[in-house]
Each structure stands twice: as structure tokens, then as C-alpha cells.
């Protein structure tokens, strides 16, 4: 595959060294009834510019796919989990979530970045930090 991607770049590379340096004719096209005037590689690099936009749109597109799917993943994992608990607890509702589940169900409001990096809250407890404030 490496091999493929390395020939496929040089094959690239020759294509636009080729395209610039022979590209001087001039092309005239409308474009909304008006008239534009531009040598060969400018079509060329708006074909590029156009399909780097395409490319940034179809990765957009599959992040947010992705994080949609991890999304409904962990939510249900999450009911799972809590429906483990409910059958395993009984009628015990003494129990909050986040004494079971392991993690802080607060989010941390402090404002610094959490151990994501997200600011807002993380989804583990920092261990640096502690609600106990030392006597003087």
C-alpha cells in the first residue's frame, strides 16, 4: 500500500509540474453570463481547490458519523449498566449512579481543562484535587 500511495503522489506531482509549466493557453468560459478569461492551470488549480473542499466536507461528514455511533455506544452501555444495577440492588435506591458506576457524575465546574481536555468536567475525578480543605 505504501508503494501504491508513494507512485500515486509522483504520479500527482508530474501531472501538476506538467500542467503549470505547459499551461499557458488560455481557456474562456461563462460563468453566470460572465465572461472569464484564465490560463489552462488556473482551471486546474480551481479543480483542485474544489476537490480539497469535497474532501474536507466527506471528513466532516465521517467524524460525525463516527462520534455519532460512539455516542449511542456508550449510551448504551450506560443503560445497561444501570438496568445491571436496578436487577442486582433490588428496590435499594439509597445508592446514587456515581456511587456505583465509578465515576463523577458532577461535572466539574472549576473551569479548567479536565483530563479530556475538555473543560467543563472529564469523566474520571481528578485525584490532585479534593473537596477536603486542609485546617490552618
Not at 1 to 19: D, F, P, Q, S
Not at 20 to 33: K, P, R
Not at 114 to 119: E, L, Y
Given at each position: 500500500?505504501?508503494?501504491?500511495?508513494?507512485?500515486?503522489?509522483?504520479?500527482?506531482?508530474?501531472?501538476?509540474?506538467?500542467?503549470?509549466?505547459?499551461?499557458?493557453?488560455?481557456?474562456?468560459?461563462?460563468?453566470?453570463?460572465?465572461?472569464?478569461d484564465t490560463p489552462l492551470?488556473?482551471?486546474?488549480?480551481?479543480?483542485?481547490?474544489?476537490?480539497?473542499?469535497?474532501?474536507?466536507?466527506?471528513?466532516?461528514?465521517?467524524?460525525?458519523?463516527?462520534?455519532?455511533?460512539?455516542?449511542?455506544?456508550?449510551?448504551?452501555?450506560?443503560?445497561?449498566?444501570?438496568?445491571?444495577?436496578?436487577?442486582?440492588?433490588?428496590?435499594?435506591?439509597?445508592?446514587?449512579?456515581?456511587?456505583?458506576?465509578?465515576?463523577?457524575?458532577?461535572?466539574?465546574?472549576?473551569?479548567?481543562?479536565?483530563?479530556?481536555?475538555?473543560?467543563?468536567?472529564?469523566?474520571?475525578?481528578?485525584?490532585?484535587?479534593?473537596?477536603?480543605?486542609?485546617?490552618?
Open positions: 500500500m505504501i508503494l501504491l500511495a508513494l507512485l500515486l503522489l509522483a504520479a500527482v506531482v508530474a501531472l501538476v509540474v506538467g500542467v503549470v509549466l505547459d499551461g499557458g493557453e488560455s481557456v474562456a468560459f461563462d460563468v453566470f453570463t460572465v465572461g472569464v492551470w488556473g482551471v486546474f488549480a480551481g479543480g483542485v481547490g474544489t476537490g480539497l473542499v469535497a474532501l474536507t466536507g466527506v471528513i466532516a461528514l465521517v467524524a460525525g458519523i463516527r462520534r455519532a455511533r460512539e455516542r449511542r455506544r456508550e449510551i448504551e452501555y450506560l443503560r445497561r449498566k444501570v438496568a445491571q444495577h436496578e436487577r442486582a440492588a433490588g428496590s435499594d435506591d439509597d445508592q446514587e449512579p456515581r456511587d456505583w458506576i465509578g465515576q463523577s457524575a458532577a461535572p466539574d465546574r472549576s473551569g479548567t481543562p479536565g483530563a479530556s481536555g475538555t473543560v467543563g468536567g472529564s469523566w474520571m475525578p481528578d485525584p490532585n484535587t479534593s473537596s477536603r480543605h486542609a485546617s490552618p
